[in-house]
């Protein structure tokens, strides 16, 4: 193919030119193009145009252009599955499992990380899940044993993970870190005097940070692997949240936000009297922070700043609520979009271009706790235990999901959903305070769901046997439950 050449009306080209040509073409043009003659039919097919046409897209990233014999039908069933997994996300066609644990331990703190979730108890047990194979045998990671540790576990109070590392933080400001290829036991652990206020595990690497006190310190291995300590900074106020980025810590104390690294420990991003920050994200290059005002500050509403994290310059001032903003995601929304859940029961989706809310949902009766958005979704988690999915563009809830406790934890991807829903309390009514109480009940321990929205679920196999039923066709829609009666699958 590469000697003939290829005829574009009035001239003749060399076949590898022809193909540059082709390559400014999308899918549509490529049909027509394939229509036109024999040779160009060919050409339009040509696997390098349909491998690049993948890449674009998103699909098959991590392969090579010899892994695939016809790229032309690999992308169709990309885009197929793709619409598939919408379509059961907004009809909740699919499955949902709940991990649970044994009788008696009350749920502390779940953090998850590409399907794979790390939860804390009462007990002082941390325990994982992967969903990603649906094994829900959770093995146990094991604590640092000291001499004098005969008596209960303290509760387990901050859990992080990704890629390679677990961290679990207690009440009594230890502080165990585990890897995930070797082993259940710890590979580092270290104490704090004080009751740890926040943890932080870097989203990428092995760098965890920790605040307890005025103190907060960053602890990652060397080149050797030996962990150290790399920083450890003095602030002047409690720390409520702390997040981490390559080579930035970003903590909110109070009413000023610190970016700490180590050539300059105590550099203030933003600070102003009297105006307390209510939530904290970080991306690589910016910082999104909710601030609070009083009423003899009426002309500065509830806001979310956006700051630059190189110039430390604020770029954006968006929101105008009565409200506290209570969460914010800035790390897993699409490019130039930022979502917001605030104690006015709304939840906001703000373009970073322009400052402006995009939408404005009316989601949950006791304010947002937790949410997270995609190019077309948003779920959000409320404090009375309601997750709720919207789609974005139309501004309406597509279906909802109660259970008993506040939403702590919302993560998901193309096709599956964590949720968390975590107590108030730690030690429920009418349950005995000691380490080896089974009573209490399971509506009080707390509860993680796992959803699962695959392309190859098939509707019947999310319905109970019972509601199955064997009828071709169904007549309107029918919620995912088909009715049967006796003597229907003879």
Known sequence: NEINEVPFFDVQLPYELALKIFQYLGKAELGRCAQVSRTWKVLAEDEVLW?????????????????????????????????????????????????????????????????????GYTSGEVRLWDTRTWDYTAPILEPMHGPGDAGPQPHVSFVRINSSLAVAAYEDGTISVWSLMFGREPIHHYQHNQRIQALALGSEGATVATASGFEVK???????????????????????????????????????????????????????????????????????????????????????????????QCLRKMGNSIGDFSCVNLQNSPPNMLVTGNKDRRVRVFDLRSSESLCSLYAHQLGVSAVQMDDWKIVSGGEEGLVCVWDQRMGTKLWEMHARHPVRHVWFDSHSLITAHIPEERAPRGASLSHDDFATHRKHQGIIYAYEFSAEQQAAESVLPICRSSYDEVTGYNYNIGLAVPYDSI
């Open 51 to 119: 491998y690049r046409l993948c890449q674009q897209e998103g699909y098959l990233l991590d392969t090579s252009i010899s892994d695939g014999s016809c790229w032309k039908l690999a992308l169709k069933d990309c885009r197929a599955r793709e619409r598939t997994l919408k379509t059961n996300w907004k009809n909740r066609v699919g499955a949902v499992s709940q991990l649970q644990y044994e009788l008696g331990k009350v749920l502390c703190a779940v953090h998850s990380w590409d399907g794979v979730v790390v939860a």
């Open 218 to 312: 960053v602890e990652s291995p060397n080149d050797r692997g030996f962990w150290q300590t790399t920083g450890t900074f003095e602030i002047q106020k409690l720390v409520n949240f702390l997040n981490l980025v390559p080579d930035v810590t970003g903590a909110a104390a109070e009413d000023v936000v610190y970016l700490l690294k180590a050539e300059d420990p105590g550099k203030i991003l933003h600070s102003v009297y009297g105006q307390p920050v209510t939530c904290l994200d970080v991306s690589a290059h910016e910082a999104a922070f909710g601030v609070k005002t009083f009423g003899w500050l009426l002309n500065e509403p509830n806001q979310i700043l956006l700051y630059n994290l190189e110039t430390s």
